[in-house]
């Protein structure tokens, strides 16, 4: 039987913490996303790391108050999970229940209304299942996206969606722009290859870093952290691969 702890990361031991599976300081999108978490702390995210004495950091839950939450959502007086992930191998364990545990024992403790959650099928968001499970509710859905929540004040007002896509788009309405936050460390790499593509194929990208909370809830998806607009249009809401990206644009042009 494996030895599992959750470690509550700060500005000063995140550096020594495994992100989504890497731990590698010369990685660009680990360094950035070490720096974003020390820019961020002090707004009350909570980064913690489940650490097995045998495995080393398998598994990872990222939240913050609503107000300071990385999603587009209106959701005053909850907790916001922005992620959890555990490894692969490690699956089947129940250990990503409790890591949402931990989070709903620091919502109660705070005194806050509940905790919300955006879900997806997409890879680089979390399922809706476990959340289901653990008493969760559906409050609002763009598709492929579900907002959970479970509330611990049943007269507080449900969490809701305040994407806005229409009016982000216009502000988009030439070229090719990228939106992106530090948030996920996988977004380094991705614009880097996405920006090669680009010039590749003769256009000349923007590239928008997305800085705050409130940036994030004005990007045109509920995934917060990253989008491509061309010429107005929405092509991509999440991360995709250089090549993913050559081949939406080939249907486009």
């Known amino acids: ?17 495994g992100i989504c599976g890497r731990k590698n300081p010369s990685n660009e999108g680990y360094r950035r996303k070490c720096d974003w978490l020390k820019q961020h702390y002090a707004e009350g995210l909570r980064y913690k790391v489940l650490r097995c004495r045998e495995g080393g950091d398998v598994g990872v839950i990222e939240y913050a108050p609503g107000r300071h939450a990385w999603r587009p959502v209106e959701a005053d007086g909850y907790l916001v999970i922005h992620c959890l992930m555990v490894i692969r191998k490690h699956l089947g364990q129940g250990l990503g229940m409790r890591l949402l545990e931990s989070c709903l ?31 969760f509710v559906c409050v609002d859905r763009i598709d492929p996206y579900e907002l959970l929540v479970k509330k611990f004040d049943k007269a507080a007002p449900d969490p809701r969606f305040i994407v806005d896509r229409e009016r982000v788009l216009q502000k988009y309405k030439k070229g090719l722009t990228i939106l992106a936050a530090d948030q996920c460390p996988m977004i380094a790499k991705c614009v880097k290859d996405i920006t090669a593509a680009a010039r590749a194929l003769g256009l000349k990208p923007k590239v928008v870093p997305v800085r705050s909370a409130e940036e994030s809830r004005e990007l045109p998806t509920p995934y917060g952290v990253f989008s491509i607009i061309y010429e107005g249009k929405l092509i991509a809401e999440r991360p995709v691969s250089g090549t993913r990206f050559r081949n939406i644009m080939r249907k486009l042009t």
């Open 1 to 17: 039987m494996r030895d599992y702890e959750i470690v509550d990361t700060d500005a000063n031991n995140i550096g020594g913490c």
């Open 105 to 135: 024992a620091d919502a109660k403790q705070s005194k806050c209304r509940g905790v919300a959650v955006v879900t997806s099928s997409d890879s680089f968001m979390a399922r809706s299942d476990l959340f289901l499970k653990a008493g």
